[in-house]
């Protein structure tokens, strides 16, 4: 998934005074670069974004609950320990970024992309994912507790020890995915239907309490 931002975005000086303006005033921020801006640490609640290019950002320890984006992408940016509680992401790109965890619990997902991106540790608790695609990203001890999916793309992803509590896996190709120590609950209702190698089946397997002969 592509994002197709304007030919010519805006550079911003003054990124985190231009946010809170735009909050106080509930105004949109849009057609904007931000380039190497530190914005770590911020606050801003429904925060509405349309075509902004975020790149070689920190956003450390920010909390955007409630944000609003659309078309905008993030790339090499630091998102560690950041929280998006009940954020809306449409047609969103994150390229080669750092996000360990990062909090997107309760948030919806349109038309979404990570790529090569660090979720270790990343919580997705009841979030809604239409049409989002994981590729080359780590989510090492992800949680994706009580979630909706569909057309969700996983592909060499790792997933170890990450968690699906409740979230249905029917469907879903993992055939591309490191899935050592994946948790699910004790009925293992969640693997029903997923999608796996031979290899996987046998690993997965031994959650059931099966022996496998040679």
């Known amino acids: 998934m592509t994002v197709r ?17 735009a909050e106080q005033e509930e105004r949109t921020v849009e057609g904007l670069h931000l380039c190497g801006a530190d914005l770590s ?29 659309g078309n905008v992408v993030f790339r090499r940016c630091e998102l560690s320990n950041s929280g998006w509680r009940d954020a809306f992401w449409e047609r969103t790109v994150f390229e080669d970024c750092k996000a360990v965890g990062a909090g997107f619990a309760e948030t919806g997902w349109r038309q979404a992309a990570f790529a090569a991106c660090a979720l270790a540790y990343a919580t997705f608790d009841r979030a809604r994912l239409r049409e989002v695609a994981f590729s080359d990203c780590d989510l090492s001890h992800a949680a994706f507790h009580e979630c909706t999916w569909k057309r969700l793309s996983l592909d060499k992803t790792r997933l170890r ?10 469907g879903l190709d993992l055939t591309g995915c490191e899935l050592d120590g994946l948790v699910v609950s004790d009925t293992n209702a969640e693997l029903r239907g997923a999608i796996v190698t031979a290899e996987q089946a046998a690993m997965l397997a031994k959650r059931l309490g099966l022996v496998i002969k040679e």
């Open 161 to 170: 020890e990450a968690s699906f509590l409740h979230t249905p896996l029917a």
């Open 5 to 21: 931002l304007p030919e010519s975005l805006a550079p911003v000086p003054d990124a985190a005074e231009r946010f809170a303006w």
């Open 41 to 69: 640490g911020t606050c801003y609640e429904g925060l509405r974004l349309r075509s902004v290019l975020f790149e070689n950002c920190r956003l450390t320890g920010c909390r955007w609950e409630r944000a609003d984006l």
